[in-house]
T-cell receptor
Framework: AQKITQTQPGMFVQEKEAVTLDCTYDTSDPSYGLFWYKQPSSGEMIFLIYQGSYDQQNATEGRYSLNFQKARKSANLVISASQLGDSAMYFCAMREASLKNTDKLIFGTGTRLQVFP | NAGVTQTPKFRILKIGQSMTLQCTQDMNHNYMYWYRQDPGMGLKLIYYSVGAGITDKGEVPNGYNVSRSTTEDFPLRLELAAPSQTSVYFC????????????FGPGTRLTVT
């Protein structure tokens, strides 16, 4: 069965420093995708970044990059130059491939990031 | 574009009551999803739809029903509410041409007492 594991319940980082949030996944399907979502205290889910299993390069979006290591089945999120506004819950999710292309997402349990001055 | 909207934002139900959570998207997306998020947990899929008239069960469908009579609307019905259904409910949508990103609504916080 497909599964997402986030082993860090909480992380602290000082402002302007970089931080890595861990995510490992399990799937036997060769076609899949990995997402990171941010959930601030206000509760909404904000899409950050996406990596497809066949993408040759690691995905980047501004200060966010995804360190995709296929052989290790890991998809860690790297946030560079942390800002106070980055304090939030971060979820890793996997797109479950299907013939119907329904793109159901399987979520990890999340990592709470706190950025301090 | 309002994106994905959900109503109500908050609701308290008594055990055994029923209610409908509304979800509407104005992006002409074919795919729509309902997730629930229990405290301290990730989201779990309740139901999904690939287009008007077509729905299917997700990981945790028991106690819920859905319908999809139009492209825009995907209501979630709770029958005979139970305390175990206390959760935050998120609706999401995706267009077929997108890069798999699902757009989420703001969520509905439901408490069953």
């Amino acid at each position: 069965a497909q599964k997402i594991t986030q082993t860090q319940p909480g992380m602290f980082v000082q402002e302007k420093e970089a931080v890595t949030l861990d995510c490992t996944y399990d799937t036997s399907d060769p076609s899949y995708g990995l997402f990171w979502y941010k959930q601030p205290s206000s509760g909404e889910m904000i899409f950050l970044i996406y990596q497809g299993s066949y993408d040759q390069q690691n995905a980047t979006e501004g200060r966010y990059s995804l360190n995709f290591q296929k052989a290790r089945k890991s998809a860690n999120l790297v946030i560079s130059a942390s800002q106070l506004g980055d304090s939030a819950m971060y979820f890793c999710a996997m797109r479950e491939a299907s013939l119907k292309n329904t793109d159901k997402l399987i979520f990890g349990t999340g990592t709470r990031l706190q950025v301090f001055p | 574009n309002a994106g994905v909207t959900q109503t109500p934002k908050f609701r308290i139900l008594k055990i055994g009551q029923s209610m409908t959570l509304q979800c509407t998207q104005d992006m002409n997306h074919n795919y729509m999803y309902w997730y629930r998020q229990d405290p301290g947990m990730g989201l779990k899929l309740i139901y999904y739809s690939v287009g008007a008239g077509i729905t299917d069960k997700g990981e945790v469908p028991n106690g819920y029903n859905v319908s999809r009579s139009t492209t825009e609307d995907f209501p979630l019905r709770l029958e005979l509410a139970a305390p175990s259904q206390t959760s935050v409910y998120f609706c999401a949508s995706r267009g077929a041409a997108d890069t798999y990103e699902q757009y989420f609504g703001p969520g509905t916080r439901l408490t069953v007492t």
